[in-house]
């Protein structure tokens, strides 16, 4: 660009240009790795998308370049009781230079890659936004440019939280995200950790994590409150640790988070000073809190008594219908009280008030007493039953249950021509291994649509599946495509978690040589003043409505030596490491507990289905590739055609041979 003036130095690893001939503001952050080099983040406003609401430019290093716009509406929308915020991912294939695969020729539907990555913009962002807000708020992230060397959806946590600042809308600051690979080698054996490593670095990876945050003030220091965590290890990590390499245990955890830090805090400081330059100023938007004061002192005055009695009933469904019934009585008592309010203004802030007041009574007990609504102490697992082979003709299966929360796990076992091909935008070309999570209505005894996979299920299948992939059997050890289905079919709390250990069940009944078997918990975390100190207490294997009035959800899953995946989402801001490390070993105590309880039932794998196909492999010389294939495949399909077999030939010469069933 012409005409650059730079302004303002380098504040730490920060520093702003504005081009006034072109009316260009530039923020860029740069992140040291030591030996591994420096990554650059820039964000620049003022060229593109001007009509938006708020319009970000954002590049990792040069070839990386993500335009991200929010947008949101002049009305609020009538008889929303939530904040209806939407990101869309819109993964353009001209930033790779490909033309889509599709029949017509140009993108459709978001991919899973996408999906995901709007999931990881959404949970950090959205507890920025004042509460109360009504009016629709959109924001798009459009992939403009890719190194296929790189990943993009980091990036785009960065670029959303920074069109947002932008935007004039109300949120308290701005979000940073940083992807960390922790990477030993001869030189680093004790690992280093790596901020937004290339696809080269990940293959080397021992545990990498997403961690999403923002500034927040502690005394006279800025700290970084740490808002969403999505982690997991190394596919070759069970090797890597026999080999002498680290184990990631939870002390791995507790340190990537500090490492994460201080890139956060710059990231967060670049779009903190791009926002003092080329911010819209914040406009006043109506709020629509759930209920007023007058309100909450009717209901608590009302229903406290008896609602601390129908919240010791230990069946969910038996403890629902009493307190929804209590709800509809309080209801009817009060709303004579609030004349001034509309008819439905009224009732929705007597319910929003009563659910409030279960929320407070829930927390203050597990507080000052350790009481849990289902009568267990904090570390306490919920009854655990485990069942495997229950459905006839499927390769393998599994029923996981924990409370009322129910798992059913299939395993479907192909050739290797049918592992995943992936058309998107990330380094990675195919999936040997999938899961797939489905989440019916009736789960929780509900009517609802069912169908095509909904953002929620294609995120849990992706935690469940990462869980899972760091022991699955190289294709070389087990030359098979695999296809895990959960299928959630009673829910009351982390059926992700169940998920991942009924799939470790149904693997091993489909004779999958796992590394080691993967179990998963959720814990939950109530923090509040308590004799004028603050309390934290945490929770093992929480229910659906501890989850809701928690302040965190934390699920851990691992092998019995080290994690395979973890995901963290906090309400609070910030969780001192103290309580965090207390909650991963009590975590880790609970996956000890499962672990022996599925090994009760199933220890190894059993011998495979004779429904499953058998797979053998031999490997020929690569120029004699053509030979077996035959001119225009005759010889191959002869082949096949007189004995039933399904021959796949690998770039090397690995040919595998299936037999339809055993």
Not at 28 to 54: P, S
Not at 184 to 190: G, I, M, R, S, V
Not at 269 to 290: S, V
Not at 389 to 399: Q, T, V
Request: glycine residues 8%; contains cysteine.
């Amino acid at each position: 660009m012409s005409a650059r003036n730079a302004k303002n130095a380098a504040q730490h690893n920060v520093e702003f240009a504005i081009d006034d001939d072109f009316g260009i503001t530039e923020a860029i952050a740069t992140l040291d790795n030591g030996d591994f080099g420096t990554r650059t983040i820039r964000f620049e406003t003022g060229q593109l998308a001007r009509q938006a609401g708020g319009s970000v430019t954002t590049y990792l290093d040069e070839d990386t370049m993500l335009l991200s716009t929010t947008t949101a509406s002049n009305q609020p929308r009538e008889g929303f009781d939530f904040f209806p915020l939407t990101v869309d991912v819109e993964e353009r294939m001209y930033a790779a230079g490909k033309i889509p695969g599709s029949f017509f020729r140009r993108e459709g539907r978001p991919s899973t890659e996408a999906i995901l990555a709007c999931r990881l913009i959404d949970r950090p962002l959205r507890p920025t936004f004042v509460k109360g807000l009504r009016n629709e708020v959109q924001v798009v992230v459009t992939v403009l440019s890719m190194d296929p060397e790189e990943y993009y959806d980091v990036v785009a946590i960065n670029g959303a939280s920074a069109s947002t600042q932008l935007s004039g809308l109300p949120v308290s600051g701005p979000v940073g995200g940083v992807r960390m690979a922790l990477i030993a080698d001869d030189k680093h054996p004790e690992g280093q950790w790596v901020a937004f490593p290339n696809s080269e670095q990940h293959e080397r990876a021992l545990f990498e994590m997403v961690v999403a945050g923002r500034i927040v003030k502690k005394g006279r220091k800025d700290d970084v409150a740490i808002m969403m965590v999505e982690a997991g290890a190394g596919v070759n990590v069970a090797e890597r640790i026999k080999e002498g390499a680290p184990a990631p245990q939870e002390s791995t955890v507790a340190e990537g988070l500090e490492a994460a830090k201080p890139f956060i805090k710059t990231l967060c400081e670049a779009q903190a000073g791009l926002a003092e330059r080329a911010a819209k100023e914040t406009q006043e938007f109506p709020l629509f809190p759930a209920y007023s004061d007058d309100v909450y002192e009717a209901v608590e005055k009302a229903a406290s008594k008896k609602l601390e009695k129908l919240l010791t009933i230990p069946g969910k469904q038996d403890r629902d219908d009493a307190t929804n019934e209590y709800m509809e009585q309080v209801e009817a008592d009060l709303f004579d009280e609030f004349d001034d309010l509309e008819e439905a203004d009224a009732s929705k802030q007597i319910r929003n008030a009563f659910n409030a007041l279960m929320k407070a009574i829930v927390r203050t007990k597990i507080l000052t007493e350790g009481f849990r609504i289902d009568g267990r102490g904090v570390t306490d697992i919920r009854d655990l039953g485990v069942e495997v082979d229950l459905i006839p003709r499927a390769h393998g299966s599994s029923l996981f249950e924990r409370g009322e929360t129910q798992i059913l796990g299939v395993t479907t076992l192909d050739m290797l021509k049918m592992e995943q091909q992936i058309d998107s935008l990330t380094p990675v070309e195919s999936k040997r291994y999938m899961h797939h999570y489905n989440f019916p209505p009736y789960s929780t005894g509900e009517t609802g649509r069912v169908g095509s996979p909904k953002r929620r299920e294609i995120g849990h299948g992706a935690l469940a599946e990462r869980a899972l992939l760091p022991v699955i059997p190289s294709r070389e050890d087990f030359p098979y495509a695999i296809r895990q289905v959960s299928e959630a079919l009673g829910s009351n709390g982390s059926t992700s978690m169940g998920s991942v250990c009924a799939s470790t069940l149904s693997l091993y009944n489909a004779g999958v040589p796992l590394k080691a078997p993967v179990a998963g918990i959720a814990m939950g975390l109530v923090s509040g003043e308590v004799k004028g100190k603050e309390k934290f207490v945490a929770l093992t294997d929480i229910l659906g409505a501890e989850d809701a009035f928690g302040d965190m959800d934390f699920k851990v899953a691992g092998t019995s030596e080290f994690i395979t995946a973890l995901q963290l989402d906090t309400k609070l801001d910030g969780i001192p490491s103290h309580v965090l490390a207390d909650a991963l070993e009590q975590a880790r105590d609970a996956r000890a507990a499962i672990l022996e309880t599925m090994a009760e039932v199933i220890e190894g794998p059993d011998e495979m289905s004779g429904l499953a196909p058998r797979i053998t492999s031999v490997t020929i010389p690569v120029n004699k590739i053509g030979e077996l294939i035959g001119p225009k495949g005759k010889t191959i399909n002869t082949i096949t055609e007189e004995t039933g077999a399904d021959v796949s030939i690998e770039e090397d010469g690995t040919v595998y041979v299936s037999a339809a069933t055993g």
